[in-house]
């Protein structure tokens, strides 16, 4: 089998248990509260430890893409770890969402021009399942051309649906106005969020109540795919773990997939969602 290494930020929220089986490192964000402390995203603080740090604040936690010396470091080690024979790839967040894809290409022409830097286009699980994807084709000894043409189309196939609680944090990033936030709760309306083919997150919906956002989720997962009983299914969580567990009884139910992961959202996209923010993707 080939040498190969992948890299990955940390919002791709995989279980550290994934991570570690299949040897992905991650290059971490970082995430900054308004008090002017900084953690590593994932690394020095967890989804749970943020969540309860984020209650303290009115402001919202800020968040940071990897320096470029923490690129060229990770680069420089596994390039000289493979002996410049063995495939390096580092698979980014979506351009449109961070400007980590771009730091992380800069530092690899800096390398090596044989480091492949890819945009995911997504973000959260759909990077992690595509993380998995890579590692599972690199496994296989296909060659690089080979390896883009399978991303492309994954990335063609993928699918990605949230929606969240409260619209408290969108309000407080910009996002929507308080006017808006304020007749949303009186109706109860829940938004539903999407991931574009451009690797923007768009508002699709809205929806009145949490249960019916939470059979949305289901709803679109099924309208919008295939072949389930041949992909792995994503659930990620910030803070709503009883609701994650139902949503995975229901899509285990109704889309019988080869296996879901469940997991936590990530500190740094947690901070955009807020608690309660619940995502499926494939």
């Not at 991650?26 to 209650?55: C, N, Q, T, W």
């Amino acid at each position: 089998m080939r040498k190969f290494k992948i890299f990955t930020d940390s919002t791709l929220d995989l279980p550290e248990e994934i991570l570690n089986e299949e040897g992905i490192e991650i290059i971490p964000l970082s995430v900054h509260f308004p008090d002017g402390k900084s953690y590593l995203d994932r690394l020095e603080i967890s989804a749970k430890e943020f969540l309860a740090r984020m209650k303290e604040y009115v402001e919202l936690p800020k968040t940071s893409q990897p320096s470029p010396h923490h690129f060229l470091e990770a680069f420089k080690n596994a390039v000289h770890q493979l002996e410049n024979v063995g495939e390096v790839v580092f698979l980014g967040v979506s351009s449109r969402l961070s400007g980590t894809f771009q730091t992380a290409k800069m530092a690899a022409e800096m390398v090596s021009k044989k480091i492949t830097v890819i945009d995911s286009k997504t973000g959260s699980l759909g990077l992690g399942i595509l993380a998995l994807k890579v590692a599972e084709w690199l496994k296989e000894g296909i060659n690089r051309e080979e390896l883009l043409h399978r991303i492309e189309k994954f990335k063609e196939e993928h699918r990605l649906f949230f929606t969240v609680e409260t619209m408290e944090n969108l309000v407080k990033g910009g996002r929507i106005s308080r006017m808006k936030e304020k007749v949303a709760n009186f109706l109860n309306i829940k938004p539903i969020f999407h991931r574009t083919p451009e690797g923007e997150i768009a508002h699709l919906e809205n929806v009145r109540g949490r249960k019916r956002a939470i059979q949305r989720l289901i709803e679109l997962a099924e309208q919008h795919g295939k072949d389930f009983e041949q992909k792995i299914v994503g659930i990620t969580h910030a803070g709503a773990l009883e609701e994650a567990l139902l949503l995975k009884e229901k899509l285990l139910e109704r889309l019988k997939p080869k296996k879901i992961i469940l997991s936590e959202l990530s500190p740094a996209l947690a901070t955009h969602g807020g608690e309660g923010t619940l995502l499926v993707t494939y």
